[in-house]
């Protein structure tokens, strides 16, 4: 088994579009990228983010902030009501996402790629290969992008579905780190249309991801 390679920039820029087109759902926080970009420089942080303190950082009506948010599906929040979590949280995952000395978490390995450049941060991100229990550790620079892979045959599972009725559920929960292709050989097979691709052809499809939070507050689009 090969890692899939879309070396192409057609083949790249193809896939980067499916990948876009399935997180801009109508129940999406991507699909106001601009309000989105602020909870996750709130989140950074590493607290729970009021409804009041993203309306002040947004500068947008509180009734305005309610009825985004409310849209959001998968949202995580404490008893408080607080987000805690939307893409970035912090509840454990797999995929632990250190920051200026802040451990925070992702909900899939693409997340990892691309929030760095969204949040202005350098990461250090480490995840479990869910085949053979070995971390994958890599930094991932918002300029320089990814340095100090280990191991360097790591790969990145990605599954694009059309029209998703959990975000969560069946685009980032499939999306992990796997240790080498033949180890991610077997989660592919049971999840048809996903691809396998090396940490650094990832990191290239991620990118549309991030400009489409750091361009404009429009829906996301791509190339």
């Excluded at 801009?24 to 983010?49: C, E, F, I, K, M």
């Excluded at 250190?98 to 929030?115: E, P, S």
């Excluded at 929960?173 to 940490?199: E, H, K, T």
Aim: charged letters at 15%; glycine letters at 6%; one cysteine or more.
């Amino acid at each position: 088994m090969s890692v899939q390679q879309p070396h192409a920039p057609t083949v790249q820029r193809e896939l980067a579009a499916r990948i876009v087109a399935s997180v801009a759902q109508p129940t999406s926080a991507r699909t106001t990228p601009g309000l989105y970009q602020q909870l996750l420089r709130l989140l950074a942080a590493g607290r729970p983010v009021s409804l009041a303190e993203l309306a002040d950082a947004s500068g947008r009506p509180s009734s305005e902030i309610e009825e985004a948010v409310a849209a959001w599906a998968d949202a995580e929040y404490d008893e408080e009501g607080r987000i805690i979590g939307y893409g970035l949280t912090l509840k454990p995952t797999p995929h632990s996402f250190l920051i200026d000395g802040t451990r925070l978490y992702t909900w899939c390995a693409l997340d990892t790629l691309f929030f760095p450049a969204v949040l202005g941060l350098a990461a250090e991100v480490e995840s479990p290969c869910p085949a053979t229990g070995h971390p994958i550790r890599l930094r991932v620079d918002p300029t320089a992008g990814i340095s100090a892979l280990a191991p360097p045959t790591a790969v990145v599972t990605v599954v694009a579905p059309q029209q998703p009725s959990s975000l969560r559920a069946e685009f980032c929960d499939p999306g992990r780190f796997f240790a080498s292709a033949d180890a991610a050989l077997p989660w592919q097979n049971a999840r048809p249309g996903m691809s396998i691709l090396s940490v650094a052809d990832a990191y290239q499809i991620s990118r549309p991801l991030a400009a489409a939070l750091t361009s404009s507050d429009r829906p996301a689009s791509c190339c």
